[in-house]
C-alpha cells in the first residue's frame, strides 16, 4: 500500500506564527497566561501548551489577569476593548490575512457599505468580522443559494471567511457580479486555503482513499473534505492518529486489483509531527 503525503502538509504559516509567538512566551513571567479559545483549531497543540502553563479559556469573562492571547482568527474591536480591561498584557497573533479581512470591512463600513461574508456563522473568524461590520449590518451566507440574502437596495461589500470552499467561492464571486454588478467583491480567501484544495482536487483523481488530519473544529479540514469533484476519492476526517482507522482505508481499497495510492492531506492548524 502505498501512501502519498501532501506537499502542502504541515501548518499554514499564519498558524505556525502564531503558535512560534505563543511558545517563546516565558508563562512565569506573568501571574497567568490565557488563550481566548484554543489557540488553534488542534487537540494536540492546546495540550502541548497546557503542559507549558498556558491555559484555554472558553469565554472572555474566564480571563482575569495576565496574559491574554489572541488566536490567529482574530477578535472584534469590543472583544479586543474587554481583553485590554481583563487582562494585563496583549500577545495579538491574529493572522495578517485575516486582519487584511478586518481592514476591508473596517474601510467599506466607514463608506456607509452593508457587508455580506460567505462562511461559517459560528466561526471565530467571522464572529470577529461580524464585530468589525456591526450585528446589523451584516449577513452571513453559507453559499451561492443564499445570494438572494444580498440586499438591493444598499452599497454591499461581499467578501470570504479566509478558510471557506474554494470553488464555492469562485461561483458566488461570478454569480453575484452578474446578478448584482454594484456589489463591491473582494477576495479575501486565503492562498493557503486554495493551495491545499488545490492539491486535493489533484491528488483526488489518482487516489483510492483520502484522510484529512486536523481538528473536528477546523474550518480548513471541513472546506477540503468538501473540496473534491463526484467519482473521485471522498476524503474521510480524522483528528488523531489512533482515529486514522487503517479498517476504512483497507475497505475502501479492498477488491481493486491495482489498488492506487492512498492520500493524506491535512488542516491548517495540523503539525507535521501528527501526521
Ligand atoms: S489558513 Fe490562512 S488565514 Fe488562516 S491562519 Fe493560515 S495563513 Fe492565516
Given at each position: 500500500?502505498?501512501?502519498?503525503?501532501?506537499?502542502?502538509?504541515?501548518f499554514c504559516?499564519g498558524v505556525r506564527l502564531a503558535l512560534n509567538k505563543t511558545l517563546e512566551v516565558?508563562a512565569?513571567?506573568?501571574?497567568?497566561v490565557t488563550t481566548l479559545g484554543p489557540l488553534v483549531h488542534n487537540p494536540q497543540v492546546v495540550d502541548l501548551l497546557r503542559h507549558r502553563e498556558i491555559h484555554n479559556a472558553g469565554?472572555?469573562?474566564e480571563i482575569?489577569?495576565?496574559l491574554a492571547i489572541i488566536r490567529s482568527h482574530g477578535v472584534?474591536?469590543?472583544?479586543?476593548?474587554?481583553l485590554?480591561?481583563?487582562?494585563?498584557?496583549i500577545l495579538d497573533n491574529t493572522c495578517?490575512?485575516v486582519?487584511?479581512?478586518?481592514?476591508?470591512?473596517?474601510?467599506?463600513?466607514?463608506?456607509?457599505?452593508?457587508?455580506?461574508?460567505?462562511?461559517?456563522?459560528?466561526?471565530a473568524e467571522?464572529?470577529g468580522?461580524?464585530?468589525?461590520?456591526?450585528?446589523?449590518?451584516?449577513?452571513?451566507?453559507?453559499?451561492?443559494?443564499?445570494?438572494?440574502?444580498?440586499?438591493?437596495?444598499?452599497?454591499?461589500?461581499?467578501?470570504?471567511?479566509?478558510?471557506?470552499?474554494?470553488?464555492?467561492?469562485?461561483?458566488?464571486?461570478?454569480?453575484?457580479?452578474?446578478?448584482?454588478?454594484?456589489?463591491?467583491?473582494?477576495?479575501?480567501?486565503?492562498?493557503?486555503?486554495?493551495?491545499?484544495?488545490?492539491?486535493?482536487?489533484?491528488?483526488?483523481?489518482?487516489?483510492?482513499?483520502?484522510?484529512?488530519?486536523g481538528g473536528?473544529n477546523s474550518g480548513t479540514?471541513?472546506?477540503?473534505?468538501?473540496?473534491?469533484?463526484?467519482?473521485?476519492?471522498?476524503?474521510?476526517?480524522?483528528?488523531?492518529?489512533?482515529?486514522?482507522?487503517?479498517?476504512?482505508?483497507?475497505?475502501?481499497?479492498?477488491?481493486?486489483?491495482?489498488?492506487?495510492?492512498?492520500?493524506?492531506?491535512?488542516g491548517a492548524s495540523t503539525a507535521?509531527?501528527r501526521?
Amino acid at each position: 500500500m502505498e501512501f502519498i503525503l501532501a506537499k502542502t502538509a504541515g501548518f499554514c504559516w499564519g498558524v505556525r506564527l502564531a503558535l512560534n509567538k505563543t511558545l517563546e512566551v516565558e508563562a512565569s513571567q506573568y501571574q497567568k497566561v490565557t488563550t481566548l479559545g484554543p489557540l488553534v483549531h488542534n487537540p494536540q497543540v492546546v495540550d502541548l501548551l497546557r503542559h507549558r502553563e498556558i491555559h484555554n479559556a472558553g469565554a472572555i469573562q474566564e480571563i482575569d489577569g495576565g496574559l491574554a492571547i489572541i488566536r490567529s482568527h482574530g477578535v472584534s474591536p469590543a472583544d479586543y476593548a474587554e481583553l485590554e480591561r481583563r487582562s494585563d498584557a496583549i500577545l495579538d497573533n491574529t493572522c495578517p490575512i485575516v486582519k487584511r479581512s478586518q481592514k476591508v470591512v473596517q474601510t467599506y463600513v466607514k463608506k456607509g457599505h452593508f457587508v455580506v461574508i460567505y462562511g461559517e456563522p459560528r466561526h471565530a473568524e467571522v464572529i470577529g468580522l461580524i464585530g468589525f461590520a456591526g450585528a446589523d449590518n451584516v449577513r452571513i451566507i453559507e453559499g451561492a443559494h443564499e445570494l438572494d440574502k444580498i440586499p438591493a437596495d444598499r452599497n454591499v461589500l461581499l467578501i470570504t471567511q479566509t478558510t471557506t470552499n474554494v470553488a464555492e467561492w469562485q461561483r458566488i464571486m461570478k454569480e453575484a457580479r452578474e446578478r448584482f454588478p454594484s456589489v463591491v467583491v473582494k477576495d479575501t480567501m486565503c492562498d493557503a486555503t486554495v493551495e491545499r484544495q488545490d492539491e486535493i482536487l489533484e491528488l483526488c483523481r489518482s487516489v483510492d482513499a483520502m484522510v484529512v488530519i486536523g481538528g473536528k473544529n477546523s474550518g480548513t479540514r471541513r472546506a477540503s473534505r468538501k473540496s473534491p469533484p463526484r467519482n473521485s476519492a471522498s476524503p474521510r476526517g480524522t483528528s488523531k492518529p489512533k482515529t486514522n482507522s487503517r479498517a476504512w482505508i483497507s475497505r475502501r481499497t479492498a477488491g481493486s486489483a491495482s489498488p492506487r495510492a492512498r492520500a493524506r492531506p491535512r488542516g491548517a492548524s495540523t503539525a507535521s509531527w501528527r501526521i
